[in-house]
């Protein structure tokens, strides 16, 4: 069986954020906005924007992917604000094949910012189909399936404080079957206190 292994735990993902923050600041002025990609980026969108001392405003997209790896997306939620003219952040859970982020871009672009910027906790540029710039990453993950800190698998596990590694197999396999062994170890690992280097 392969167990589920801590990557990022709740102290390091903190730590991280903070830095992102400040390196943010840099960047961002009063009025400029914060778009968070849902339902992802929830978690780290919340403790980023109360880090950052710039006066934003905050709005969501949401998007639907038809197939994974195919780059088909579809717009199901679009922003509520006027962002025409204003500098964009773009915050994203994790950046990998760059399909998402490509549309999001463009669709952006659509409402005339005067500029965007990206900004993911996770960047997994291992897997990047398209070449797309990402210009605030967290970490840089090259590990195989991931959950936890707004990271699901079918709708499970975003409430969790650290990412752990899990095989996607067995995790289905558990799902399909009605079990909870693989589900519990990976819940009790991310609720860990200790610290762990990774």
């Known amino acids: 069986m392969d167990f589920p292994k801590l990557l990022q735990n709740q102290q390091q993902i903190d730590a991280r954020v903070t830095e992102l923050a400040s390196e943010l600041d840099d960047y961002l002025n009063k009025g400029d906005v914060v778009v968070g990609v849902l339902k992802g980026c929830l978690p780290f969108l919340a403790d980023l924007v109360r880090k950052l001392t710039q006066e934003i405003e905050t709005d969501f997209l949401a998007l639907t992917s038809f197939q994974e790896n195919t780059g088909r997306v579809r717009l199901t939620r679009d922003l509520g604000i006027d962002v025409s003219g ?3 952040l773009l915050v994203e859970d994790v950046v990998d094949t760059g399909f998402r982020l490509d549309f999001l871009r463009r ?3 659509t409402h005339q910012p005067a500029e965007v910027r990206v900004c993911t906790l996770f960047d997994r540029s291992d897997r990047r189909v398209l070449p797309v710039e990402v210009e605030y990453s967290g970490f840089v993950l090259q590990e195989g399936f991931i959950v936890g800190y707004g990271i699901d698998h079918l709708g499970m596990f975003r409430n969790l404080p650290s990412v752990v590694s899990a095989n996607q197999e067995l995790l289905d396999k558990e799902f399909a079957d009605g079990g909870s062994e ?9 609720r860990s206190k200790e610290i762990v280097e990774c």
């Not at 693989?182 to 991310?190: F, H, M, P």
């Open 86 to 88: 204003r500098n964009v």
């Open 107 to 109: 669709h952006l672009e």
């Open 182 to 190: 693989l589900s519990d170890e990976i819940v009790k690992i991310a």
